[in-house]
């Protein structure tokens, strides 16, 4: 069974890089089948999808965030990761990584399962 | 502002049944199918239907799914205190090439 564990930092200075990693168990990152996704949840608010990969390297980015994401995937050691730039206190929420699961080649129905248990990452001086 | 339309909140007694609709449009909703996760208080969202009526192993038969045009709805049947939590709807938009999400449905349970 696939499990995703986020890491990094819970504070992070106005205007710094905010760096996140999720470690991938129980499975391969490589899955023909899987994407790999951060989303996140300002605090009492809904869900924000910022962006994914393919294990091939592949990127997809929320248009709202694209100048300042970057997600890119590490296949020996299972793990994919997010830098979000010039972070503000807008960029304070929960942050989850995710699996997209495509169950045919074009994708076409997906769904996001598993989800990490997310990461509080606060922006403050 | 979400892209997916939710009501903020829904309540229901024990045992009732309770619908939430999300409504969006023919971009989103109107041409890809619909997910709906279930955020307990203080934990991270977990699938609760796909692919617009699916419920994966473990999700009792009490939740059930529909989509019709750019609207989908999550029916609740035989309400339970375990079901007070927030509810997500979710589906690919093609014009972001991207998932967008509903603004969430807070469900109390009275």
């Known amino acids: 069974q696939v499990q995703l564990q986020e890491s990094g930092p819970g504070l992070v200075k106005p205007s710094q890089t905010l760096s996140l990693m999720c470690t991938v168990s129980?499975?391969?990152?490589?899955?023909?089948?899987?994407?790999w996704s951060w989303i996140r949840q300002h605090p009492g608010k809904g869900l924000e999808w910022i962006g994914h990969?393919?294990?091939?390297?592949?990127?997809y980015y929320n248009p709202s965030l694209k100048s300042r994401v970057t997600i890119s995937v590490d296949t020996s050691k299972n793990q994919f990761s997010l830098k979000l730039s010039s972070v503000t206190a807008a960029d304070t929420a929960v942050y989850y990584c995710?699996?997209?699961?495509?169950?045919?080649?074009?994708?076409?129905?997906?769904?996001?399962?598993?989800w990490g248990q997310g990461t509080l990452v606060t922006v403050s001086s | 502002q979400s892209v997916l339309t939710q009501p903020p909140s829904a309540s229901g007694t024990p045992g009732q049944r309770v619908t939430i609709s999300c409504s969006g449009s023919s971009s989103n909703i109107g041409s890809n199918t619909v997910n709906w996760y279930q955020q307990l208080p203080g934990t991270a969202p977990e699938l609760l239907i796909y692919s617009n009526n699916q419920r994966p192993s473990g999700v009792p038969d009490r939740f059930s799914g529909s989509k019709s045009g750019t609207s989908a709805s999550l029916a609740i049947s035989g309400l339970q205190s375990e079901d007070e939590a927030d509810y997500y709807c979710?589906?690919?938009?093609?014009?972001?090439?991207?998932?967008?999400f509903g603004g969430g449905t807070k469900l109390t349970v009275l």
């Open positions: 990969i393919y294990y091939s390297g592949s990127t």
């Open positions: 979710a589906a690919w938009d093609d014009s972001l090439n991207g998932p967008v």
């Open positions: 129980g499975g391969s990152i490589s899955s023909s089948v899987s994407y």
């Open positions: 995710v699996r997209i699961y495509c169950p045919s080649p074009t994708c076409y129905t997906n769904w996001f399962d598993p």
